[in-house]
T-cell receptor, first 115, second 110 residues
Framework: GAVVSQHPSRVICKSGTSVKIECRSLDFQATTMFWYRQFPKKSLMLMAT?????????EQGVEKDKFLINHASLTLSTLTVTSAHPEDSSFYIC???????????FGPGTRLLVL | SQQGEEDPQALSIQEGENATMNCSYK?????LQWYRQNSGRGLVHLIL?????REKHSGRLRVTLDTSKKSSSLLITASRAADTASYFCAPNNQGGKLIFGQGTELSVKP
């Protein structure tokens, strides 16, 4: 299967700072990527759809000014958690849409801890 | 997009036994995908079955699809401790975003 990477794999930051998470499709191009968050023992919650060259589409209840998404190239999408607070601590996972294979490939996730 | 609902929520079996997980969905689909998630990791794509297919195999995995009942099943044969993970189904009716249910948490005891 195709490979999607995320960086960093884990990050600890102080409350009030911003954190950027990168999602890269390593061996295919993805015009669409997706960002999810997952709480312990819970399912993945879709946050937003990242579209290359255009604005991201956010799911209901997700603050777009809080979670900034940029998809500047066909292999990279970034999620920036702005002014992070302890309640933003979570596991963030991205996926890239591999249209040719009719499926999405997921990154390994980024664990964010806000102190 | 639509959410798949997995059943059971949790399944505990002994190594060597078969594990069956079920998925139900509500509207028509183009395909349905199964993913596995090990604790603290991302999702791994296991298998995709299209709406015009009834059964598909991949190694020890067997997936069935019944579009009339809007259901799918994932069978893992001769399970191993390494199969311990959460399993999610993702019905896909128009491409694009996937909505995940709670998954089935499989525990395979050695």
């Amino acid at each position: 299967g195709a490979v999607v990477s995320q960086h960093p794999s884990r990050v600890i930051c102080k409350s009030g700072t911003s954190v950027k998470i990168e999602c890269r499709s390593l061996d295919f191009q993805a015009t669409t990527m997706f960002w999810y968050r997952q709480f312990p023992k819970k399912s993945l919650m879709l946050m937003a759809t990242s579209n290359e060259g255009s604005k991201a589409t956010y799911e209901q209840g997700v603050e777009k000014d809080k979670f900034l998404i940029n998809h500047a190239s066909l292999t990279l999408s970034t999620l920036t958690v702005t002014s992070a607070h302890p309640e933003d601590s979570s596991f963030y996972i991205c996926s890239a849409d591999a249209v040719a294979q009719e499926t999405q490939y997921f990154g390994p996730g980024t664990r964010l801890l806000v102190l | 997009s639509q959410q798949g609902e997995e059943d059971p929520q949790a399944l505990s079996i002994q190594e060597g036994e078969n594990a069956t997980m079920n998925c139900s969905y509500k509207t028509s689909i183009n395909n349905l995908q199964w993913y596995r998630q090990n604790s603290g990791r991302g999702l791994v794509h296991l298998i995709l079955i299209r709406s015009n297919e009834r059964e598909k195999h991949s190694g020890r995995l067997r997936v069935t699809l019944d579009t009339s009942k809007k259901s799918s099943s994932l069978l893992i044969t001769a399970s191993r401790a390494a199969d311990t993970a959460s399993y999610f189904c993702a019905p896909n009716n128009q491409g694009g975003k996937l909505i995940f249910g709670q998954g089935t948490e499989l525990s395979v005891k050695p």
